[in-house]
């Protein structure tokens, strides 16, 4: 048995504990107040939290089985930046030029994610005229185009194509097909998909959550004028999670010199300082479910040529002590970086453990630090500055929108499955 010594975080409290874990089984085997006596393994002092292992329940690590995109990043680069961001899991979305979307195709692309033993965990796509896989996984829609061929043209073919999906669990990348189009001529990239795009999709993705009782997810939300819609679905008994990038949660546009709005480019687009604001008050009150990168890499030349996309594993913890020091309450940090990213992990753990035994020795799963549950610490150091270069970055391409700046704290320690990685 290994023990651990140090301040725990979780939703409910941040106190010193002692961790005893397996490191053969890779499970927790207890949590208790430290015993006077007792001698752990690692002590870490008060200036670290440790979490239960953190989770991005969105990125995209570009393999499938054409491997046309490994340039940009692959299972393996993605599982070295991952770590290095202090995480322990995420999920990769769907939009690839093989996208999985039936059971042969799932198996065959979460068969080389693999090689992450893990780690890394995969979405299936929902397009035109798809059909929901025999065993429950988690659905990406992409309401309209974004960076590959999966999406929905108009919100007629999406309602007939989700009828079958009733009860899924379905992600939405929210932004209107019809709005997109008819902005397609504007001249920068935030005016070609504004706010109006979102707002739209949002009012029609809620509809169709509601319409077929599916447990639904909002992607990477990016304005505040949405969240009052999203609010009165939730009354309304709506089962509607929301995603937030680091992105969104940092800059805003003005912040951003004209000649840099290349480089900063994703889908849905950094917004104006009025929408950062919002969406940061309500990570506060505790209204958004997932901090979630969208880790999208391109090479510098496809930045430069204006493709969407931003990288965030390699940059997700020092990011967590910015959000720290700026006021966010710790055990909230818990709850949307650790143990809601591990209750969406662990509700497909029977069927994944269908595809391969790894899964199977997961006990309880991910996200809690509680007996049972897999043996997986992020722990962070808030007072130990960290500068982000590219000499930092593990991700292929090796750019970051965080270039050069510096956050208060960074990454400590890790441990996947009872080891110190």
């Not at 939300?221 to 949660?249: C, D, F, N």
């Not at 009150?285 to 390699?314: C, M, Q, Y």
């Not at 020795?361 to 992020?378: C, D, I, M, S, V």
Request: proline letters at 6%.
């Amino acid at each position: 048995m290994i023990r651990i010594d140090a301040v725990c975080v979780t939703s409910s409290e941040i106190a010193r504990k002692l961790i005893t874990f397996d490191d053969t089984t890779g499970l927790i085997h207890s949590v208790i107040a430290p015993s006077t006596g007792v001698t752990a393994d690692y002590v870490f002092g008060d200036e670290c939290y440790l979490f239960a292992g953190m989770g991005d329940v969105h990125i995209h690590a570009r393999e499938d089985v054409s491997g046309k995109n490994t340039y940009k990043e692959d299972f393996s680069s993605a599982r070295e930046a991952l770590r290095n961001g202090g995480l322990c899991h995420a999920g990769d979305m769907p939009n690839n030029p093989i996208p999985p979307v039936d059971d042969k195709s799932y198996e065959d692309k979460f068969r080389l994610a693999l090689k992450a033993e893990g780690e890394l965990w995969i979405y299936a796509g929902i397009g035109p005229g798809t059909k929901p896989l025999s065993n429950p996984v988690p659905y990406k829609v992409y309401m309209g185009p974004s960076v590959g061929e999966l999406f929905f043209k108009d919100l007629e073919t999406l309602d007939t194509t989700l009828a079958p999906y009733r009860n899924q669990v379905v992600s939405f990348h929210c932004e209107d097909p019809v709005t997109l189009e008819e902005h397609k001529d504007c001249e920068t990239h935030h005016q070609r998909r504004p706010v109006s795009a979102e707002v739209i999709a949002t009012r029609d993705a809620l509809g169709m959550i509601e319409k077929y009782q599916l447990r639904g997810k909002l992607c990477h939300y990016s304005s505040g004028e949405g969240l009052s819609m999203i609010r009165q679905a939730r009354q309304r008994g709506a089962k509607v999670l929301i995603e937030v990038t680091p992105q969104h949660l940092f800059f805003d546009l003005e912040q951003i010199k004209a000649t840099d709005l290349t480089h900063f480019q994703m889908n849905p687009p950094i917004r104006t300082s009025h929408d950062r604001q919002a969406l940061f008050e309500a990570l506060k009150n505790g209204e958004i479910d997932f901090l979630a990168t969208d880790h999208a890499p391109h090479t510098t030349e496809e930045k430069e040529r204006g493709t969407s996309g931003l990288t965030g594993l390699d940059t997700f913890v020092p990011f967590v002590t910015w959000l720290i020091q700026e006021g966010i309450d710790p055990k909230l940090i818990a709850k949307v970086a650790a143990e809601n990213p591990g209750d969406f992990f662990n509700q497909f753990l029977p069927s994944w453990s269908r595809i391969s035994p790894i899964f199977a020795g997961f006990g309880k799963g991910n996200g809690y630090l509680a007996p049972g549950y897999r043996a997986n610490f992020t722990v962070l150091n808030r007072r130990k500055p960290l500068t982000v270069t590219s000499e930092f970055l593990k991700t292929k391409p090796k750019n970051s929108p965080f270039l050069g700046i510096t956050f208060p704290g960074q990454v400590e320690a890790l441990f996947i499955g009872g080891k110190k990685i």
